[in-house]
């Protein structure tokens, strides 16, 4: 590990203590994973403390872990990520936290703390289901008004829903069955004839 990242490590053991449920580093890149119960107070912290400073939320993801590791997870369904940056001190880190509840995944937002995470938490209540207490417009972001439900959770068909599309005939929305055609992609390979041959080129 490099200086910066060790330095890193040591201010977020002393600013959270007994807070971080987990601790890794890879590839120059620090992660933390915390409760779902710490996970305000610790964004908190995140920002205010003088050795930590991070400033900025950059993007925030939700995640659905059923099928990771080929099936074999047991921990939570659901999870949070969020990517931060300090620019006064110039490092990154990753935050993860667990919402507790698979069935009706609820964690605190953190508009408060990064209002930049209005629409990633928008986004993450559309597109997984995971909702967010104290936020105050969770409205969905990308799917169809009357949408039922989360597009990105592993266990949402692709087939026997409607879409909406504007008809010209008719000059109106009308609602249709999901047109999803199952295909195969294969890659087309575009070479010169003597291509690899010893003496062309």
Not at 1 to 8: E, F
Not at 33 to 42: G, K, P, T
Not at 137 to 145: A, V
Request: charged share 25%; proline share 5%; net charge negative.
């Amino acid at each position: 590990m490099s200086a910066k990242v060790d330095t890193l490590c040591q201010n977020l053991q002393n600013a959270l203590g007994e807070r971080i449920k987990s601790l890794k580093t890879a590839l120059g890149e620090v992660t933390i994973e915390v409760d779902a119960a710490d996970y305000l107070a610790v964004a908190t912290t995140l920002r205010d403390d003088p050795e930590l400073r991070f400033e900025e939320l950059i993007d925030l993801c939700g995640v659905d872990y059923s099928t990771y590791g080929d099936g074999t997870w047991e921990g939570k369904r659901f999870a949070v990520v969020s990517h931060l940056l300090s620019v006064s001190r110039n490092w990154r880190l990753r935050l993860r936290v667990f919402a507790p509840d698979d069935e009706f995944p609820v964690l605190d937002s953190v508009i408060g703390v990064w209002p930049s995470a209005n629409w990633y938490e928008r986004e993450a209540f559309d597109l997984f289901g995971i909702m967010f207490s104290g936020h105050n417009d969770l409205r969905r972001i990308l799917t169809d008004y009357g949408f039922v439900g989360h597009p990105f959770r592993k266990d949402f068909p692709i087939s026997g829903y409607v879409e909406m599309r504007y008809d010209p005939d008719q000059g109106r929305v009308v609602y249709q069955p999901v047109t999803i055609e199952p295909r195969e992609i294969t890659p087309r390979i575009v070479r010169e004839e003597h291509y690899g041959d010893v003496g062309h080129g």
